[in-house]
């Protein structure tokens, strides 16, 4: 597996010489485009806007413009150079309680590898956060953009998760959230006791993307009628908001079928 970024961590004093790796295998279906009247594949070309020529992507480079109009050629050398420690190091600014970091700033994985002489530094590091039960925050710089990052214990070695910022978020201000609605105890009871029947340990690998499946099943099939119209499937009705007046006996319903399930797959 190819390096995505190559560098240090920078823990007090300790550099921790690491390689970052993808933790993401992308397993989405690709679909290409056509002209929808003769079926021909559609090309996207670099033009030059005065020649009206293609351009070899070896021959095109970043540019940065200014409100004036003027502008200046942008190279890898000044990505680099722009801020050189960010670029080789991720530096540790302070470590929080695992649990304070909200999902909502998650945005993308990636393992730490510890590169040759760094492997005592980083299995150090992990234990004592695993200990503590802290995780650390830092900021990573990879190409062109500087993200804050979390680096966690992961089974036995180390991840870092690309972090959004504050101002990245949306805050929930305007959003028409219901207030002044009230439960009552035992509508709370039942969706407590609902809640806790459907309570299972985390198991990743249970969980598959079926839609893709059903896709791919559904563009087969299409291909096998060879343009002749597929067979209808059953029509799912949009779902309605259950009546508030409904609300106990839906809970009602919904836990005593759960346990006739149970039992039905205990036998």
């Avoid at 190559?6 to 550099?15: D, E, M, Q």
């Avoid at 722009?82 to 309680?97: G, L, M, Q, R, S």
């Avoid at 096998?224 to 839906?250: C, F, H, Y």
Wanted: aromatic share 8%; net charge negative; glycine share 4%.
């Amino acid at each position: 597996m190819k390096a995505i970024w190559k560098g240090s961590i920078s823990f007090g004093l300790v550099n921790i010489p690491v390689s970052l790796m993808a933790a993401e295998e992308p397993n989405e279906l690709s679909f290409s485009l056509m002209d929808a009247n003769d079926h021909a594949k559609i090309k996207y070309q670099r033009i030059n806007a005065n020649t009206g020529e293609e351009v070899a992507w070896a021959d095109i480079v970043k540019y940065y413009e200014f409100p004036d109009g003027s502008y200046v050629i942008v190279t890898d050398e000044d990505f680099e150079k722009a801020d050189p420690k960010a670029a080789k190091a991720v530096e540790i600014e302070a470590f929080i309680n695992a649990d304070d970091l909200s999902p909502m700033f998650l945005e993308k994985p990636y393992y730490l590898v510890p590169n040759k002489g760094g492997e005592k530094a980083y299995v150090l590091l992990r234990d004592a956060m695993l200990k503590t039960g802290q995780i650390a925050i830092g900021r990573l710089s990879i190409r062109t953009k500087q993200s804050l990052c979390a680096i966690i214990p992961c089974d036995e070695g180390l991840a870092l998760i690309l972090l959004r910022f504050a101002s990245e978020l949306r805050g929930m201000e305007d959003l028409k959230l219901p207030k002044n609605v009230k439960t009552s105890e035992k509508e709370l009871e039942l969706a407590v006791e609902l809640i806790n029947q459907l309570a299972v340990a985390w198991e990743p690998g249970k969980y598959k993307d079926k839609y893709s499946e059903a896709l791919m099943a559904r563009l087969r099939a299409k291909k096998e009628a060879a343009g002749k119209a597929l067979a209808d499937e059953e029509t799912i009705e949009e779902p309605q908001p259950s009546k508030v007046i409904d609300l106990m006996a839906l809970l009602q319903q919904s836990v005593e079928s759960k346990q006739k399930s149970d039992q039905a797959q205990a036998q």
